[in-house]
């Protein structure tokens, strides 16, 4: 019996678990395609910085054994011979391709300086440049963090509570959160000493200050921008559709509109132009998804549909204290929350869950699930496309 061929391009999250649940048939020759030997636990990075965690994992650890890993780049998809040619001038051929190649944090060039003088906060070598500036500057010395979301939440929160002296710019703290959320943000903040400075836009970044739309200029020894998210070109390089920010353009099966062989997987995705909050926490069950829609394919069945169902928000402030916003199924937040000490239990049990579901997958594949009902056809009807 011939096997068949599937290379997962991006050993994140989505990569891995995409990989490990193809593994269900033995009949299936998976390749993982990854720049780094490592596993990086990207929610993570933040606690690599102020030293409580070093963020990284072996894949002996969390990639079922019958994975073949290959430590290298991919640099375009043929989509008409279905391979991939990597960095190091070698040639894939594929059956089916998985795109999970993430999201990254970019630095947007458009603000003068920002390219030359401000840390990214959402990639293993970022995090570590990073560390090593920090190293080099006083504890005391002045750092601030740009973008109230979730990852400049627990950022400024992480490196407070080691001691550092931070400032907090955005437009708005937590846009994601319901108004009890972000109260229990912002007491945390405020408890570990964190000035947030709300309403605010950055237009210049010097090595030792930023400059606000109002004319005002914060010191600040270490900028660490974490406005926004984008993701790798590959897609867009290769010629394949994509919306306006880079994902691959899918339908709801997670297919490519392009081409039924290339399925989507994780923040890189874009379904009918209308992609999902970019997170673990839905990285995951678009990858469990996108397997088996290659699984269903090979068993002559029609895919299924995408229906992840959202529970919520998982925000550390700090080792010691957390939120968890409640959300609604379609990721709409609730207006229930819990915070304190307990949340920072759960937070820390979701990140040490997170790997255990990978390694779980890998020694019994298929076992990985999500609740679904999501209810994603209703909003797709009254939503507008990202394209």
Not at 10 to 26: M, S
Not at 45 to 63: C, F, W
Not at 99 to 106: D, F, I, L
Not at 180 to 199: C, E, F, P, Q, Y
Request: hydrophobic share 40%; aromatic share 4%; glycine share 10%.
């Amino acid at each position: 019996m011939s096997s068949t061929s599937v290379v997962v391009v991006g050993g994140g999250y989505a990569g891995v678990l995409a990989a490990n649940r193809l593994r269900q048939r033995t009949d299936i020759d998976v390749t993982l395609v990854n720049p780094r030997p490592q596993f990086v636990e990207r929610i993570r990075l933040h606690q690599l910085i102020a030293g409580t965690d070093d963020a990284v994992e072996d894949y002996s650890a969390v990639l079922a054994d019958s994975v073949k890993l290959l430590v290298d780049r991919a640099e375009r998809i043929d989509v008409a011979a279905h391979s991939v040619r990597l960095a190091a001038g070698a040639t894939l051929d594929y059956d089916y391709l998985i795109y999970a190649v993430g999201s990254t944090a970019p630095v947007p060039a458009s603000i003068p300086g920002a390219t030359e003088f401000a840390y990214p906060l959402g990639e293993l070598e970022a995090a570590q440049r990073l560390t090593a500036r920090l190293a080099e500057i006083p504890m005391q010395a002045p750092i601030a963090v740009v973008g109230g979301g979730l990852t400049g939440i627990e950022a400024a929160s992480e490196f407070a509570e080691a001691g550092r002296n931070v400032t907090l710019v955005t437009g708005v703290l937590g846009p994601s959160l319901a108004k009890g959320g972000r109260r229990s943000v912002a007491k945390r903040l405020s408890k570990l000493g964190v000035t947030v400075i709300d309403d605010a836009t950055v237009t210049q970044v010097q090595p030792d200050r930023l400059t606000l739309r109002d004319g005002q200029e914060l010191p600040s020894r270490a900028t660490v921008w974490t406005a926004g998210f984008g993701v790798p070109t590959l897609a867009a390089d290769s010629g394949l559709s994509t919306d306006r920010l880079g994902r691959l353009l899918t339908d709801e099966t997670l297919t490519s509109i392009d081409d039924p062989t290339i399925i989507a997987a994780g923040d890189a995705a874009s379904p009918s132009a209308q992609p999902l909050r970019m997170s673990c926490q839905l990285a995951m069950p678009l990858a469990s998804h996108a397997a088996d829609t290659v699984l269903a394919r090979l068993d002559g069945k029609k895919p299924e549909n995408l229906n992840p169902a959202s529970v919520g928000q998982c925000i550390s402030l700090g080792r010691h204290a957390g939120t968890i916003q409640m959300s609604h199924f379609n990721d709409e937040a609730l207006g229930l929350h819990i915070g304190g000490h307990l949340a920072a239990i759960i937070k820390e049990s979701v990140c040490k869950g997170t790997v255990s579901f990978l390694a779980k997958e890998a020694r019994k594949p298929g076992s990985y699930f999500w609740p679904k009902g999501g209810k994603r056809q209703k909003n797709l009807k009254r939503g507008t496309a990202d394209v």
